[in-house]
């Protein structure tokens, strides 16, 4: 096993110690000869880890095939010292294939002594809100404009390998501790990511309403309603996204949600229709207390899609608790199927900024963050 070590310097937006302190923080990625542990080896383990005075970026390569079992004892011996594992897909990939190398040397070395820090886990509900092309870890590195030096993938390399253990090559050997190093280097380098989950599922402070009417081409407008909040998170890169008919639009630490305000006629149901009559000819419902004394071809029973009364009016879309209940108690919708519910607007509904907080976080929550 040839081990390389070097100390190493990074800067980066996104404090490490968020993800925990940093003597306990190990960053690892695995290049391995094939995509199971079962038949496949691993060749190659980098590690980013600090001293307590500077960060070192430490490879252990398997110069030889039989120098495979050294290359996991090395490792696992520093994963002892430390309690976060951090790393990038590892929890789909590299900590399985590690477990398996394990119990084909049958070793008892394994990952329950340190907690798994995902970094794709933790972004994978951003692919569509920040309009990346995929998730893997190259297309972060670009949205967040970090260069690197090697062109190839781990797939790419195994044949590299192959031949490098033939030749022994110092050119192969260089491509592939290349690779590894900057998948490491990269990685402490993508934590500004982590700062959109933060901001997203973070404290929020209410900074205000205000309403602003929309102009068409054909003369008329529409009303919206521009909900701002602030958060402890700046951004790096701003974004806007849609949630339904909601805009969500973020920069640097500010967070706007416009919303497009309903106008028109909407329908109020309930769900004790066995106490109400349907008036055929006023199309809506009334408690059978007063409905009794409507001539009977004027009414008839009502049910769960006719129960129902009909208000005009502005109205806010209203999103749904974690529980699945309304927000507001009282909620209208445009039918009987339909999902999108709505509360009367007013000016007095986001008054108190505890419940504009509350109404941003229920809708952020569509995210899966």
Same mark, same amino acid.
């Given at each position: 096993?040839?081990?390389?070590?070097?100390p190493l310097?990074?800067?980066?937006s996104?404090?490490?110690k968020?993800?925990?302190?940093?003597?306990? @923080?190990?960053?690892?990625?695995?290049?391995?000869?094939?995509f199971?542990?079962?038949?496949?080896?691993?060749?190659?383990?980098g590690?980013?880890?600090h001293?307590?005075?500077?960060?070192? +970026?430490?490879?252990?390569?398997?110069?030889t *095939?039989?120098?495979?079992?050294?290359?996991?004892?090395?490792?696992?011996a520093?994963?002892?010292?430390?309690?976060i594992?951090?790393?990038?897909?590892?929890d789909?990939?590299?900590?399985?294939f590690l477990?398996k190398?394990?119990?084909?040397?049958?070793? %008892?070395?394994?990952?329950?002594a340190? !907690?798994?820090?995902?970094?794709?886990?933790?972004?994978?509900?951003?692919?569509?809100?920040?309009?990346?092309?995929?998730l893997?870890?190259?297309?972060?590195?670009r949205?967040l404009?970090?260069? *690197?030096? %090697?062109k190839y993938n781990?797939?790419?390399?195994i044949?590299?390998?192959?031949e490098y253990?033939q030749?022994?090559?110092?050119?192969?050997?260089?491509?592939?501790?290349?690779h590894?190093? %900057?998948?490491?280097?990269?990685?402490?380098?993508?934590?500004?990511?982590?700062?959109?989950?933060?901001?997203l599922?973070?404290?929020?402070?209410f900074k205000?309403?205000?309403?602003?009417?929309?102009?068409y081409? %054909?003369?008329?407008? !529409?009303k919206h309603?521009?909900?701002?909040?602030?958060?402890?998170?700046?951004l790096?890169?701003?974004?806007?996204?849609?949630?339904?008919? +909601?805009?969500?639009?973020?920069?640097?630490n *500010?967070?706007? @949600?416009?919303?497009p305000l309903?106008?028109?006629?909407?329908?109020?149901?309930?769900?004790d229709? !066995?106490?109400?009559y349907?008036?055929?000819?006023?199309?809506?419902?009334?408690?059978?207390?007063?409905?009794?004394?409507?001539?009977?071809?004027a009414?008839?029973?009502?049910?769960a899609? #006719?129960?129902?009364? *009909?208000?005009?009016g502005?109205f806010?879309?209203?999103? +749904?608790?974690?529980?699945?209940?309304?927000?507001?108690?009282?909620?209208?919708?445009?039918?009987y199927?339909?999902?999108?519910?709505?509360?009367?607007?007013? !000016?007095? @509904?986001f #008054?108190?900024?505890?419940?504009?907080?509350?109404?941003?976080?229920?809708?952020?929550r569509?995210?899966?963050?």
């Amino acid at each position: 096993m040839i081990t390389i070590q070097n100390p190493l310097t990074f800067t980066s937006s996104y404090p490490p110690k968020r993800l925990g302190a940093i003597s306990d @923080l190990l960053f690892f990625d695995i290049e391995t000869t094939g995509f199971s542990g079962d038949y496949a080896s691993v060749y190659l383990i980098g590690c980013v880890w600090h001293d307590g005075n500077t960060w070192i +970026l430490t490879q252990y390569f398997a110069e030889t *095939r039989d120098a495979e079992e050294e290359v996991l004892d090395a490792f696992f011996a520093l994963l002892r010292t430390k309690r976060i594992l951090v790393h990038f897909n590892g929890d789909g990939f590299d900590i399985p294939f590690l477990t398996k190398r394990c119990v084909f040397y049958k070793k %008892d070395w394994n990952f329950e002594a340190v !907690e798994s820090f995902d970094i794709y886990k933790k972004i994978r509900p951003l692919k569509k809100l920040l309009g990346l092309e995929n998730l893997k870890q190259k297309s972060i590195e670009r949205f967040l404009g970090i260069a *690197r030096e %090697d062109k190839y993938n781990g797939g790419q390399l195994i044949e590299v390998y192959g031949e490098y253990l033939q030749t022994h090559s110092e050119l192969l050997k260089h491509l592939l501790i290349l690779h590894n190093e %900057d998948d490491l280097k990269g990685m402490p380098q993508i934590l500004p990511i982590l700062a959109y989950p933060d901001f997203l599922t973070g404290d929020f402070s209410f900074k205000g309403s205000e309403s602003r009417d929309i102009p068409y081409a %054909d003369g008329n407008s !529409e009303k919206h309603l521009l909900l701002h909040y602030e958060s402890p998170v700046s951004l790096t890169s701003g974004f806007q996204f849609s949630i339904g008919d +909601l805009e969500l639009s973020a920069e640097g630490n *500010r967070l706007t @949600l416009d919303l497009p305000l309903y106008s028109g006629e909407l329908k109020r149901f309930y769900s004790d229709y !066995e106490n109400y009559y349907y008036m055929i000819y006023e199309d809506c419902a009334i408690h059978k207390s007063v409905g009794q004394y409507v001539d009977r071809s004027a009414r008839k029973k009502a049910t769960a899609k #006719t129960c129902y009364t *009909r208000a005009a009016g502005l109205f806010v879309p209203q999103p +749904l608790l974690a529980d699945g209940t309304p927000m507001w108690h009282e909620c209208l919708k445009a039918d009987y199927k339909s999902k999108q519910l709505f509360v009367p607007y007013s !000016e007095q @509904l986001f #008054t108190d900024p505890e419940t504009a907080v509350l109404y941003l976080h229920n809708y952020l929550r569509e995210l899966s963050l």
